[in-house]
């Protein structure tokens, strides 16, 4: 596993761990991970995955396991998996929600331009796959972003220094 996009995982024996925010019923939740390849020698053109969700329902009362096993197909010749409608919308969200995050911490070290451009980028990438906005998810994660960087340069403006985290 390469990256985890919006959690903070816990790595660790093959395994990766990722604590979800509590959930209502229906409430649909979206974890994207990007797996590397290593260069073995070994044949890794399906890679097994076991995916397991563990919860507690408060209306059964009781704990709940559900598992799934699927591979990873690797070498799908020059296929972007990006072509794939679904999995491009979920990766956008999934790389403005990261930027979000990246901010809050550029922030927290008081690095407000390289928090400003963070959210650019993520910003300008989406804008250019999804240029007429036609999805309600991106619509309103890309508005996040937006005015997150425009009270970054509300503070720039503010207090008419540019703080590049010197200072």
Sequence with gaps: MDKVYGYDPHCGDHKVTIKL??????????????FRADDSGEDVSRLPVKVRLSYHDLDRGKDV???????LKIGEGSRDMLDDEEVAKNYTVAVLAQSIRDMAAACEERDFRKAEHLLDASISRARDRYPDLDDVDIKRT???AENYRQMLRRRDGDDGRDDGGSG
């Design 21 to 34: 925010d509590n959930m209502n019923s229906g409430v649909t939740e979206v974890v994207l991970l990007r």
């Design 65 to 71: 396991v559900k598992s799934q096993e699927t591979y």
């Design 142 to 144: 890309l508005s996040i």
